[in-house]
């Protein structure tokens, strides 16, 4: 089992719904959860973190976590043609400062 | 603004070289991390290192050594290039402490080696 786990894509959604990108992991003792963006080409850049249970918004962006299930997601609302991206879930390892990444979910707004 | 800095946006290497490459914070973090990354794969750790002098290995460090002798400048050395090198490197750093926030991201460097 991979430490983090996200669906690859590609996500299609139309410009103005919400995309839903989701990633599960496996280590329960993981404390911090980030969100990073990669436009083809660039590096990644972060755009949400959150660190306790529920929902964490920021603009058009949602991030939610839940550590029960071991499940963190981010919603991004009226999407635009400019997020068209790959999306990289990020969970801390226990050692605290180093972190797992998933494969990461691309993701295409159609306008 | 924070910045991390890859000295080299593309290399192409030969096979059996010795390639270095450089990475250098303005942040004053603690922290600092070599990725390579992947289609398929995703970001790989080879190297971190939590201070000066001090380093670690990470996931896949065979064939990779690193240089931390400042607190603002890793840098990551193949010893002898090989063509499954190949690849997207990524420096990083961040702040110490859980919840300090996550990774800074270089540009990147993509390496090819011939």
């Known amino acids: 089992q991979k430490e983090v786990e996200q669906n690859s894509g590609p996500l299609s959604v139309p410009e103005g719904a919400i995309a839903s990108l989701n990633c599960t992991y496996s280590?329960?003792?993981?404390?911090?959860f980030f969100w990073y963006r990669q436009y083809s080409g660039k590096s990644p850049e972060l755009i949400m973190s959150i660190y306790s249970n529920g929902d964490k918004e920021d603009g058009r962006f949602t991030a939610q976590l839940n550590k029960a299930s071991q499940y963190v997601s981010l919603l991004i609302r009226d999407s635009q043609p400019s997020d068209s991206a790959t999306y990289l879930c990020?969970?801390?390892?226990?050692?605290?400062?180093?972190?797992?990444f998933g494969t990461g979910t691309s993701l295409t707004v159609i306008p | 603004d924070v910045k991390v800095t890859q000295s080299s946006r593309y290399l192409v290497k030969r096979t059996g070289e010795k390639v270095f490459l450089e990475c250098v914070q303005d942040m004053d973090h603690e922290n600092m991390f070599w990725y390579r990354q992947d289609p398929g794969l995703g970001l790989r750790l080879i190297y971190f290192?939590?201070?000066?002098?001090?380093?670690e290995k990470g996931d896949i460090p065979e064939g990779y050594s690193v240089s931390r002798e400042k607190k603002e400048r890793f840098s990551l050395i193949l010893e002898s290039a090989s063509t499954n090198q190949t690849s997207m490197y990524l420096c990083?750093?961040?702040?110490?402490?859980?919840?300090?926030?996550?990774?800074?991201f270089g540009s990147g460097t993509r390496l090819t080696v011939v």
């Open positions: 280590d329960r003792g993981s404390q911090s």
């Open positions: 290192s939590y201070d000066v002098k001090m380093k």
């Open positions: 990020a969970v801390n390892r226990n050692t605290g400062n180093q972190f797992y």
């Open positions: 990083a750093s961040s702040p110490t402490g859980q919840g300090a926030g996550g990774y800074t």
